[in-house]
C-alpha cells in the first residue's frame, strides 16, 4: 500500500482550507478556539503512520467539509480525540466548547470503545444497533465515519491482521450505515478500501485487468462523451459531463454474483448534470433517440427515490462500436444529495432549496423521533432497537391521494402513515384506505402503496395503536396525546378528592385554598400552583389529608405526627397494599425509593420519614440514613408483581479492553434494562457506571453473576450515590 505522510509543515495551510468556508465571527471563533485546544492536547504525540497526532482530527474536520457539515461538527471533529488520548476533560469542553460541541464528544468517546468481537453477521447487526442507539445527535455519526475514513486511508500502518479485523469491522457495521445516511463518496471510498483489505489478490486483480485496458477505455469514455454534448448542445440543455470506469468494488460485487470480468459489459459510465428536472427526462430522451437503450435497465429514481434519499434516472445504452455504457443524469442537487446525504441538509437549509430541504427534514425527522423517543423510560438497548428498526432496516415509500411521497419503514401501518402526515391527522383517524381498498388501521402498508386517511372532527385515539405502529413518531404522539388526556383526569379526580376530604372535615373550601395557604402548600411539597397540587392528589403522589394536614398541623409539626403514630408500630404482612411498599402504622403517606442507595425489591430495607415528601425507602444501612430517630419499619408488598426498579452498578473491566457490548448482551439475556452508561478512566482499569432496571434482587444478582464471568471484568459491585 502507498503511504501518505502529511508534512508537519501543511498543517496550518490544511487548517487555512477549513476555516476558508466559514464567513460568520462567531462559527471561526469556535473553530480557532477547538483547533488551538487540540493542538495543545495532542502536542508531541505521533500516529503510528509517523505523522503527528493532529493530522488525524485535521483530516476528519476537512472530510465533514467537504460534506457540508455545520461549524459545531467541525469544532467536535478537531477535538473528538482530547479526551481519550490527552488529560482533557468532559467538564473542560463543557465549560470551553459549550453543550451541543461537549455532547457530541461525550458520544463520540463513547462508541469509540465499541468493536466487533467476531465476524458473525448477527454480531455486526448488533454492534450496528448499539451504535447508532448511542448516537444522541446525527452528526456524532458523520464524525464516526469521517474517523474511520481516515484511519482506513492511512491503515497501511497497522499489522495485516489488524488491518482485516478493522476492514471487517468497517464492511459489517459502518458502510450500512453510510449508505443509510446516503453519504455515497465516504461508502464508496470505504468499499475500495476495505476490498483492497480484505482481498488484496482479487483486488489487485481486477486493478491489472481494467489498467491493462485503461487507454482504450478512457478513448471510448472520451467518444461517448462528445457525442452526447453535440446531442444536448444542439437541443440547448445547458449541462456537464463525466465519464468513469467503474469502480474496483463495484466490479467485484458483480464477479461475486457469478459473472467473469470478461461478460461485465457496462463497465464504462456517464454522468449527465443538468439544472431542472425536466431537462433530466428531456436528456435521457434525446439519448435513447440515438442510442438503443438496454431492455429492463431503465430506472426512474427521481419520482421514486432510494430509502437513503438517492435521485436520478439511470440507463444503460449501446454506445460507441456497441459498448454498453451506464448513463445517470441528475441535477446538481441531486448529485450534492447521492454524494453527501444527511450531511448536505445544513448547506441546503441555507440555500433555501424547499423541495430538497422537504426531503432531509422527513429524514432528519425521523432521526428525531427515534432520540426523542429515548428520553423516556426506555433503556439504551430498546432504544437501539428502535434505530435499527426504522432507520437500518429496508424503507418503503407510500402516497398521498395527491401523490405526496412518505417514506416508512418497512412494516408500518396507515397510524404511522397518518402520523407522518400530522400529528393532528393521526390523532383524528378513524379509518384507512389503500389502493381503494378499505384496511383494517393495523395493514401492513406495503411499496408504492396510495393511501388516503379517513378523520374525525374530533381528537381519538386509541391506546390499543400503541401495540402495532412501528414509528417512534407515531408511538411518541399517542403517549404524548393520552399523558395530557391523564394529566386533565388526574387533576379532575384531585380537585374531587380534595373537595371531598374538605366536606368530610367541615371545612370551608375557600378558608382551606387561600392564597397564603396555596404558596405555603407548594413551598412544603416543591409542586407549582394550584393545579399541580390537585394532579399529585389525582396521580396519587399525595393524599387530600396530607395537603390539609400541611395547613391546619402545621403548628405540630407533620412528620412528628406522623412518627407518634409510625414509631412503635409494626408491619402487619397480612395487610393488602396496592403499591410496592408496606409502611408501619398508616397507609395515608407518600412513598418514596430513595435515590442515593437505590434498593430493589428484595433488599432489606428501611423507612424514613422525611417533612413534605413522605416516606423514603434506603436500604438497611445506607450511610444517608444511619441513626436517625425518624427510621420506621416497612416491608416489600409481594403481593404486587409489577414493580420495576433503577438500581447502580459499577463494573472496572482492565483498562483497555472493551466490554459494554457484551455487558448489554449479558443484561438483554437476563432481561434487565440499561438505562444509562457513563466511564471513567484510571491508571490500570476502566469502571463503567450503569444504571439499570430490574424487577428484583434475584433478577439482578443473575445479571451481576453473569457480568462477573466475563474474561476482562474485575469487580461487580452495587454502588451508592
Not at 204 to 212: A, F, T, V
Not at 431 to 441: E, M, S
Not at 451 to 471: G, H, M, Q, R
Not at 495 to 510: C, I, N, P, Q, T
Request: aromatic share 8%; with cysteine.
Amino acid at each position: 500500500m502507498n503511504q501518505q505522510h502529511v508534512d508537519p509543515i501543511t498543517y496550518d495551510q490544511l487548517y487555512k482550507k477549513l476555516v476558508k468556508v466559514f464567513k460568520s465571527q462567531d462559527e471561526l471563533d469556535l473553530i480557532n478556539k477547538a483547533y488551538e485546544f487540540a493542538k495543545e492536547k495532542h502536542k508531541g504525540k505521533k500516529r503510528l503512520n509517523g505523522d503527528d497526532y493532529i493530522s488525524h482530527p485535521l483530516e476528519v474536520a476537512n472530510i465533514l467539509l467537504d460534506l457540508n457539515c455545520d461549524y459545531i461538527t467541525i469544532a467536535a471533529a478537531l477535538i473528538h480525540e482530547t479526551v481519550n488520548h490527552s488529560d482533557a476533560t468532559f467538564e473542560e469542553i463543557e465549560e470551553k466548547f459549550g453543550e451541543a460541541v461537549y455532547r457530541i464528544v461525550y458520544s463520540i468517546s463513547k462508541i469509540n470503545r465499541l468493536e466487533l468481537k467476531d465476524n458473525q453477521d448477527s454480531s455486526a447487526a448488533y454492534l450496528r444497533k448499539v451504535l447508532v442507539g448511542l448516537s444522541e445527535d446525527v452528526r456524532v455519526l458523520f464524525i464516526k465515519l469521517a474517523d474511520r475514513l481516515h484511519n482506513m486511508r492511512t491503515i497501511y500502518a497497522l499489522p495485516p491482521e489488524e488491518r482485516k479485523a478493522k476492514a471487517i469491522e468497517t464492511t459489517n457495521v459502518l458502510i450500512p450505515i453510510a449508505h443509510r445516511l446516503g453519504i455515497n463518496s465516504v461508502k464508496s471510498e470505504l468499499e475500495d478500501i476495505c476490498l483492497r483489505c480484505t482481498k488484496p489478490d482479487v483486488y489487485n486483480d481486477i486493478l491489472e485487468k481494467l489498467e491493462g485496458s485503461r487507454e482504450e477505455l478512457n478513448e471510448l469514455l472520451n467518444e461517448m462523451k462528445d457525442s452526447i454534448s453535440e446531442i444536448l448542445t444542439q437541443n440547448g440543455i445547458n449541462f456537464k459531463i463525466k465519464g468513469r470506469v467503474k469502480s474496483v468494488h463495484s466490479l467485484y460485487n458483480k464477479m461475486d454474483n457469478g459473472k467473469r470480468f470478461e461478460d461485465i459489459y457496462d463497465i464504462l459510465a456517464l454522468r449527465v448534470f443538468v439544472d431542472t428536472e425536466q431537462d433530466c427526462y428531456l436528456t435521457i430522451g434525446l439519448i435513447h433517440s440515438k442510442y438503443r437503450p438496454m431492455p429492463n435497465r431503465f430506472k426512474d429514481y427521481i419520482a421514486m427515490p432510494k430509502e437513503n434519499m438517492y435521485q436520478s434516472l439511470h440507463t444503460t445504452v449501446f454506445g460507441i462500436d456497441g459498448h454498453l455504457f451506464e448513463i445517470q443524469v441528475r441535477t446538481w442537487e441531486m448529485d450534492e444529495i447521492a454524494e453527501k446525504g444527511i450531511a448536505s441538509h445544513w448547506s441546503y437549509k441555507e440555500k433555501g432549496s424547499a423541495k430538497i430541504q422537504g426531503m432531509m427534514e422527513q429524514k432528519l425527522e425521523m432521526f428525531r423521533n427515534v432520540i426523542e423517543a429515548n428520553q423516556g423510560t426506555e433503556s439504551d438497548l430498546e432504544f437501539a432497537n428502535n434505530m435499527s428498526s426504522e432507520l437500518l432496516n429496508e424503507m418503503i415509500y407510500c402516497f398521498t391521494p395527491k401523490g405526496d411521497v412518505m417514506e416508512l419503514p418497512k412494516g408500518a401501518t396507515p397510524i404511522d402513515f397518518a402520523y407522518r402526515i400530522h400529528s393532528g391527522v393521526g390523532d383524528r383517524t378513524i379509518g384507512a384506505i389503500v389502493n381503494d381498498q378499505i384496511v383494517p388501521l393495523d395493514y401492513e402498508l406495503h411499496d408504492g402503496d396510495i393511501i388516503k386517511i379517513n378523520t374525525s372532527k374530533e381528537p381519538n385515539p386509541k391506546k390499543a395503536w400503541l401495540n402495532f405502529v412501528k414509528t417512534s413518531q407515531a408511538k411518541n404522539k399517542i403517549k404524548s396525546y393520552f399523558s395530557k388526556q391523564d394529566r386533565i383526569n388526574y387533576i379532575n379526580i384531585g380537585k374531587e378528592m380534595l373537595e371531598k376530604e374538605v366536606r368530610r372535615r367541615k371545612l370551608s373550601f375557600g378558608d382551606v385554598l387561600t392564597d397564603e395557604n396555596i404558596k405555603k402548600i407548594c413551598n412544603d411539597t416543591h409542586l407549582e400552583d394550584l393545579e399541580d397540587i390537585y394532579l399529585s392528589i389525582g396521580s396519587l403522589r399525595f393524599t387530600a389529608g396530607y395537603i390539609i394536614s400541611l395547613i391546619f398541623e402545621d403548628k405540630k409539626n407533620v412528620v412528628d405526627v406522623y412518627l407518634g403514630k409510625a414509631i412503635g408500630s409494626h408491619v402487619n404482612p397480612n395487610r393488602a397494599m396496592k403499591g410496592d411498599v408496606i409502611v408501619a402504622g398508616t397507609d395515608d403517606i407518600l412513598v418514596t425509593i430513595a435515590k442515593c442507595c437505590r434498593p430493589v425489591k428484595g433488599d432489606d430495607i428501611v423507612g424514613f420519614v422525611t417533612k413534605g415528601n413522605g416516606v423514603q425507602i434506603h436500604k438497611k444501612g445506607c450511610p444517608n440514613v444511619q441513626d436517625s430517630e425518624r427510621l420506621i419499619d416497612v416491608e416489600w408488598n409481594y403481593d404486587n408483581k409489577d414493580g420495576s426498579y433503577l438500581t447502580d452498578i459499577k463494573v472496572k473491566v482492565i483498562r483497555g479492553k472493551n466490554n459494554l457490548l457484551e455487558i448489554i448482551t449479558k443484561a438483554s439475556q437476563a432481561e434487565v434494562f440499561i438505562e444509562s452508561v457513563n466511564t471513567y478512566e484510571d491508571d490500570d482499569f476502566t469502571t463503567l457506571a450503569l444504571t439499570v432496571k430490574t424487577r428484583d434482587i434475584t433478577q439482578l444478582n443473575n445479571f451481576i453473576n453473569d457480568v462477573k464471568s466475563l474474561s476482562d471484568v474485575k469487580s461487580v459491585e452495587r454502588r451508592i450515590n
